[in-house]
């Protein structure tokens, strides 16, 4: 089992930015992918953002690109996603996940990921 517990969302106006924190405990070990996931009112959950524990390699979705960034502590089995340039669209519930094994290369599909956070909501207001 993995716990995830996620940290950081909040209030905040369009321009402006936020840091997530994604604290994981228990069988570490067993997910070689960390990801970030969102969730909209009415929406489906959609991928956001997946790092690797082993060489840091990311992934981000096209909405995000270049505004956000992903990164890991492996010493502290911690993830972080780093949001600039925040948008009114970008307002939704954030999850962090952790991935199934065997890791079937699926970063953006929520099926890739067996452990998810509690969830911390972002609001951005225009």
């Known amino acids: 089992q993995v716990q995830l517990v996620e940290s950081g969302g909040g209030l905040v106006q369009a321009g402006g930015s936020l840091r997530l924190s994604c604290a994981a405990a228990?069988?570490?070990?067993?997910?070689?992918?960390m990801g970030w996931f969102r969730q909209a009112p009415g929406k489906e959950r959609e991928f956001v953002a997946a790092i690797r524990w082993s060489g840091g390699s990311a992934y981000y979705a096209d909405s995000v690109k270049g505004r956000f960034t992903i990164s890991r502590d492996n010493a502290k089995n911690t993830v972080y996603l780093q949001m600039n340039s925040l948008k009114p669209e970008d307002t939704a519930i954030y999850y962090c996940a952790a991935s199934r094994s065997p890791y079937t290369g699926r970063d953006y599909s929520t099926r890739e990921y067996a452990y998810w956070g509690q969830g911390t909501q972002v609001t951005v207001s225009s």
């Open positions: 228990g069988r570490t070990f067993s997910s070689d992918v």
